[in-house]
């Protein structure tokens, strides 16, 4: 019998891990077995993630060192996930040792690629921007038995100016409630008690067939009592509103912390990444959440963004100062292809990105250390 093993190496967000570990189910329900190296594997994926230059670097260099099991029995190298969807072709014409290029919307089909690069030795291109296959969650195969990450919604259709998600995964699409629902049942009933929900903006969430938004969903699943724990990523601040909060506090299973990314403190390069908020909307937000709630907060920052001068920088800083997050993600701004961002001269040098970036850490740091 033909000896049949995968290894996923993952970069980027819990998107990602999610996709990896349906995308293992889908193997192991045709009689797979899971890889722990890429030596021992006769399928190897590299989901790979765009968001920053860094996170393709590093899955560019991971793809090199495939090329050294690529000898007599060749196993079938595939790159999934956001650089597949954007640099397609170029990566197979850069690594001839790849057989599959496969954009996040199409993974439902890769055991069916898999077979037909193994019967007919052909490579397979698929970038195709499609809602995906419901069959894709089917599994129910997980890699932390007690916590289960459950896909609301694909894409985005935010298009913040510097972000290229919408891009790469394509526009806002959404999964029916009643799917949803059902997968997280069919998490229950393996024991899981810690449900993740997942969206790019969850806010975004509004199933107008039946007149439900992420409020209403959040609802609904908390209501189920097996479940412990609820969290859901990422909320964005233009639609995250006193409603959500109060489900928050009413719920005791839903976790008291939110990661609500502000990016910059300054309205002036808020206007300019199309976030949608001023400083004083975000503020505000926040004084509510604490209000409400009274959980903790993280957040997502960007420093060096085009133009961005001093007294920006100082807005963002005092966001920092005011808030008192419980942890902070703070970037330094890279172009990305095809985002509006882009076409705008990235003029503050890397020097001044750096220096920024440190003092950030610095005071979040402290911050954090006093929560
Ligand atoms: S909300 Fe903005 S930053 Fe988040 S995924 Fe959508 S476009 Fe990107």
């Given at each position: 019998m033909e000896y049949k093993s995968i290894y996923i190496k993952t970069f980027g967000c819990q998107?990602?891990?999610?996709?990896?570990?349906?995308?293992?189910?889908?193997?192991?329900?045709?009689?797979?077995i899971i890889a722990t190296n890429p030596q021992e594997a006769r399928v190897i994926f590299v989901n790979t993630c765009s968001v920053r230059k860094h996170a393709e670097d590093r899955a560019i260099s991971f793809l090199g060192t495939l090329k050294k099991l690529y000898n007599e029995k060749p196993p079938v190298i595939g790159v999934i996930g956001c650089m597949a969807k954007y640099q397609g072709r170029r990566l197979i014409e850069k690594m001839p040792h790849l057989s599959i290029i496969c954009s996040p919307s199409r993974l439902y089909h890769l055991?069916?690629?898999?077979e037909k690069v193994k019967n007919f030795g052909v490579k397979i291109i698929d970038t195709d921007d499609t809602q995906r296959e419901e069959a894709f969650y089917e599994s129910s195969f997980l890699l932390d038995k007690d916590h289960a990450q459950v896909v609301?919604?694909?894409?985005?259709?935010?298009?913040?100016?510097?972000?290229?998600?919408?891009?790469?995964?394509?526009?806002?699409?959404?999964?029916?409630?009643?799917?949803?629902?059902?997968?997280?049942?069919?998490?229950?009933?393996?024991?899981?008690?810690?449900?993740?929900?997942?969206?790019?903006?969850?806010?975004?969430?509004?199933?107008?067939?039946?007149?439900?938004?992420?409020?209403?969903?959040?609802?609904?699943?908390?209501?189920?009592?097996?479940?412990k724990e609820i969290d859901f990523i990422t909320s964005h601040p233009k639609n995250t509103s006193p409603r959500l909060f109060?489900?928050?506090?009413?719920?005791?299973?839903?976790?008291?912390?939110?990661?609500?990314?502000?990016?910059?403190?300054?309205?002036?390069?808020?206007?300019?990444?199309?976030?949608?908020?001023?400083?004083?909307?975000?503020?505000?937000?926040?004084?509510?959440?604490?209000?409400?709630?009274?959980?903790?907060?993280?957040?997502?920052?960007?420093?060096?963004?085009?133009?961005?001068?001093?007294?920006?920088?100082?807005?963002?800083?005092?966001?920092?100062?005011?808030?008192?997050?419980?942890?902070?993600?703070?970037?330094?701004?890279?172009?990305?292809?095809?985002?509006?961002?882009?076409?705008?001269?990235?003029?503050?040098p890397n020097s001044e990105k750096e220096r920024r970036h440190k003092i950030l850490l610095n005071l979040q740091k402290n911050i954090s250390s006093l929560i």
């Open positions: 998107m990602n891990d999610r996709d990896s570990e349906a995308l293992l189910g889908l193997f192991l329900d045709r009689g797979y055991p069916e690629y898999v609301i919604s694909t894409g985005c259709s935010n298009y913040c100016s510097y972000c290229v998600v919408p891009y790469v995964r394509g526009n806002l699409r959404l999964r029916k409630p009643q799917k949803i629902i059902e997968e997280v049942k069919r998490f229950i009933e393996r024991g899981v008690k810690k449900i993740t929900l997942l969206g790019q903006n969850v806010n975004d969430y509004v199933y107008k067939e039946e007149n439900i938004d992420f409020v209403q969903l959040l609802e609904k699943i908390a209501s189920i009592k097996e479940i109060k489900v928050m506090a009413e719920y005791p299973n839903i976790k008291k912390h939110l990661h609500l990314p502000f990016q910059s403190g300054s309205d002036r390069i808020l206007k300019l990444m199309n976030r949608g908020y001023t400083q004083k909307d975000y503020l505000l937000l926040v004084e509510d959440f604490y209000k409400i709630v009274e959980g903790s907060l993280s957040t997502d920052v960007i420093v060096g963004f085009p133009t961005e001068r001093k007294k920006d920088f100082l807005k963002t800083k005092e966001v920092l100062e005011k808030v008192k997050f419980k942890y902070a993600y703070i970037f330094k701004y890279s172009p990305r292809p095809n985002t509006e961002a882009a076409k705008l001269t990235d003029d503050i």
